[in-house]
């Protein structure tokens, strides 16, 4: 059973830093390509980050370029996302996902920026 879990959210004021982790279960971590998606309080689901499986190549949405950067412990099966310069328009529900749309996802951890 595959199992996704979000932590590291939170409240965090324009310009700040979050490191958003997800443990995962239940696949072969070290053999899928992993992906942060967010969603926004009334919007739908948004691809933020791809990290694939061999050398931690990553691929950022526009939104996000330069900001953030995915990461992944295959010892450790945990995902994460280092996020920079964070911006109000950051602020969302923030998931892993086995694919780019959010299909198989945790259940998210909130990412609030604002002063």
């Known amino acids: 059973q595959v199992q996704l879990v979000e932590s590291g959210g939170g409240l965090v004021q324009p310009g700040g830093s979050l490191r958003l982790s997800c443990a995962t279960s239940?696949?072969?971590?070290?053999?899928?390509?992993m992906y942060w998606v967010r969603q926004a309080p009334g919007k739908g689901i948004e691809w933020v980050s791809t990290?694939?499986?061999?050398?931690?190549?990553?691929l950022n949405s526009d939104s996000v370029k330069g900001r953030f950067t995915a990461s992944r412990d295959n010892a450790k099966n945990t995902l994460y996302l280092q996020m920079d310069s964070l911006k109000p328009e950051d602020t969302a529900l923030y998931y892993c996902s086995l694919d780019s749309v959010g299909n198989v996802r945790g259940q998210g951890t909130q990412v609030t920026v604002s002063s």
């Open positions: 990290i694939d499986t061999v050398n931690g190549a990553t």
């Open positions: 239940g696949f072969t971590f070290s053999s899928r390509w």
